[in-house]
Nanobody, 123 residues
Framework: QVQVMESGGGSVQAGGSLRLSCTAS????????LGWFRQIPGKEREFLAA??????QTYVADSVKGRFTISNAKTTVYLQLNNLEPTDTAIYYC??????????????????WGQGTQVTVFS
């Protein structure tokens, strides 16, 4: 089994930055992709970014492109959040997918989730 755990959330003033980390452990050889999502209360979960575990492919949603970037170092995937806005306030989740199909993977192909980390942006 794979375990993923997020860290790095917090409170920041609008215009500031945060770097979220997602560390994978366990049977990491089964991972195809790690993805980042966020959930705003009352809204659907939003697929933000993804990174291929064994390759160089990345994906960043148009809604956050230019402000959010995804990268990795060994078994940790980072989501850099820049120029944050109050509307970015949400719980941010990391998830893994083992389905080797199209790129980027479909959001519903991520089936192994972390507990989430809260990001709060105040004006």
């Amino acid at each position: 089994q794979v375990q993923v755990m997020e860290s790095g959330g917090g409170s920041v003033q609008a215009g500031g930055s945060l770097r979220l980390s997602c560390t994978a452990s366990g049977r990491t050889t089964s991972i195809y992709s790690l993805g980042w999502f966020r959930q705003i209360p009352g809204k659907e979960r939003e697929f933000l970014a993804a990174l291929a575990w064994a390759g160089s492919q990345t994906y960043v949603a148009d809604s956050v492109k230019g402000r959010f970037t995804i990268s990795n170092a060994k078994t940790t995937v980072y989501l850099q959040l820049n120029n944050l806005e109050p509307t970015d306030t949400a719980i941010y989740y990391c998830a893994s997918s083992k389905i080797r199909s199209m790129w980027p993977p479909l959001a519903n192909e991520y089936d192994n989730w972390g507990q989430g980390t809260q990001v709060t942006v105040f004006s």
